[in-house]
């Protein structure tokens, strides 16, 4: 029964985490709700992560969404910020982590209205530098927490001009990386709950693969109408747990 769990779990976290991000805030408290001290949680989803971020950012690769030369500009924000998250995870409080997390998608949602991203050309565009340190950032909250950290990726990338498939690709390359360092902390510190952590990937793999076939079908407006009201959701789940831990 606790692998079918593990396998429901971690389908939808993946399905929805894909599509919009967000999924660590669906599949992070089910897990400590099993009775996994919060570490081992964010040490196991770290290791999920890594595959099904990787297998789908490969699937877009093959697809052409992205150009590989632009992806591999992301390792060192993404492989640094994940390594410092990953040390830095036992300094901040979940409480601490959940505040910031409010104040960064408030923002990232306000700008996405308020700023509209430029028209652009799918077969030209490239990465902006200027969006280097918003990147490094990330992956540092990414590897301390995560739960919100895709989402942030997406609205960062649409808002330079990206289009949905690409902010998709280079999110779950993104992702695959800082994962993969922090990873290696939670690793080396021992805080990976191994029975855990192999069911909760099988599951994401599944969801991932899903999500990406349903993002190729279906209109650009209607995905951002779900990146939308992921984030307002994502918000009101953060503001509940922090006004009543």
């Not at 290791?47 to 093959?62: G, V």
């Not at 909760?200 to 279906?218: E, N």
Request: glycine share 8%.
């Amino acid at each position: 029964m606790t692998i079918i769990l593990l396998l429901a779990i971690s389908f939808a976290a993946s399905f929805v985490g894909t599509l919009a991000g967000s999924g660590g805030l669906i599949g992070m408290p089910s897990l400590l709700l099993i009775g996994l001290p919060i570490h081992q949680v964010i040490g196991s989803v770290k290791f999920s992560n890594m595959f099904s971020s990787f297998s789908s950012f490969y699937i877009l690769l093959k697809k052409k969404q992205l150009k590989l030369k632009d992806a591999l500009q992301l390792i060192p924000f993404a492989l640094f910020g994940g390594l410092c998250g990953g040390l830095l995870a036992n300094s901040f409080s979940e409480k601490a982590m959940n505040l910031l997390a409010i104040c960064l998608l408030t923002v990232a949602l306000i700008m996405n209205f308020i700023k509209k991203p430029q028209p652009s050309d799918e077969s030209d565009w490239h990465l902006p530098k200027k969006v280097y340190p918003s990147l490094f950032g990330i992956s540092v909250y990414d590897g301390m927490f995560g739960p919100g950290q895709a989402t942030m990726l997406m609205y960062t990338f649409l808002r330079n001009g990206a289009t949905y498939l690409q902010s998709l690709a280079f999110t779950r390359f993104q992702t695959f990386i800082s994962c993969t360092a922090a990873f290696i902390t939670y690793f080396m510190a021992g805080n990976i709950a191994w029975g855990i952590a192999i069911y909760y990937t099988i599951g994401s793999l599944i969801g991932s693969q899903l999500a990406l076939r349903v993002a190729q079908k279906i209109s650009t407006g209607q995905l951002k109408f779900i990146l939308h009201s992921v984030t307002i959701a994502l918000l009101i789940q953060l503001v509940i747990r922090v006004a009543f831990p």
